[in-house]
């Protein structure tokens, strides 16, 4: 098993770029794979992470519901905000600045056939993220992503995930708020999820926090997590 993972930040790239992008990585990880099983079992797949900032966009999962999104498309358009269906699980999140966006890109027979451990592996590498800020995040049972005081009516969300898999290959993944425009979540129900608040780091803290910093805890808590060794 190849336990190696090819780190890329992409820096700010378009979402319709970045997906794009993917999907090359994901399709070829799944022909190598195919080859694998037919013609030679000693081929090695890779397992990528991509980091990327997007301009504001925002998405609908193949399964979410368009009445979660509350301004129509022209009007996003008019603003310069771009909206796609895309082939993710979930339903409509906002991606935009001050926001990571965590690709992973993995062959899970890699590390362990398993999406429902692949996705509190990635919720525990915020949680542990958002500890070393001093910020006690925790999971809201039925919902995926990353949350502050569950179960009370101050219910709120950091950090979104939607992922697709075939063959164990897993894209898209997770966003996680750092000094993001909280407004832009207005224009949403954000995931679907009627009367929960969403919130930002910077929110939290009450101040803003460099991306990179952040970007390097998870990248850290990641690859413990996954025991993968990291290259660039």
């Avoid at 378009?14 to 030679?40: G, H, M, N, P």
């Avoid at 362990?112 to 049972?141: N, W």
């Avoid at 996680?176 to 832009?184: A, H, I, P």
């Amino acid at each position: 098993m190849n336990k190696q993972l090819i780190f890329k930040n992409l820096g700010v790239k378009d979402y319709k770029e970045t997906w794009e992008y993917q999907e090359t990585i994901f399709k070829d990880t799944i022909a190598l794979k195919l080859k694998k099983s037919r013609e030679d079992a000693s081929i090695e797949t890779k397992n990528h992470l991509l980091f990327v900032e997007h301009p504001s966009v925002f998405t609908l999962g193949k399964s979410g519901d368009i009445s979660n999104l509350l301004t129509s498309k022209d009007a996003l358009k008019a603003k310069g905000v771009d909206f796609y269906k895309i082939d993710r699980g979930g339903d409509i999140t906002y991606h935009g600045p001050g926001q990571i966006v965590g690709y992973p890109i993995l062959d899970l027979d890699n590390f362990f056939t398993d999406i429902h451990k692949y996705l509190r592996f990635l919720e525990e590498m915020v949680i542990l993220t958002l500890a070393e800020y001093g910020l006690k995040a925790t999971r809201s049972e039925g919902e995926t992503g990353v949350w502050f005081d569950v179960e009370t009516p101050f219910a709120r969300k950091i950090c979104a995930m939607g992922v697709r898999a075939s063959r164990w290959v897993t894209m898209h993944g997770f966003a996680l708020n750092v000094n993001t425009d909280l407004e832009y979540f207005d224009h949403i129900i954000p995931c679907g999820i009627k009367g929960k608040a969403v919130t930002s780091l910077e929110a939290e803290l009450g101040k803003k926090v460099p991306l990179e910093e952040v970007q390097k805890k998870l990248l850290k808590h990641f690859a413990n997590l996954f025991e993968a060794e990291l290259c660039f």
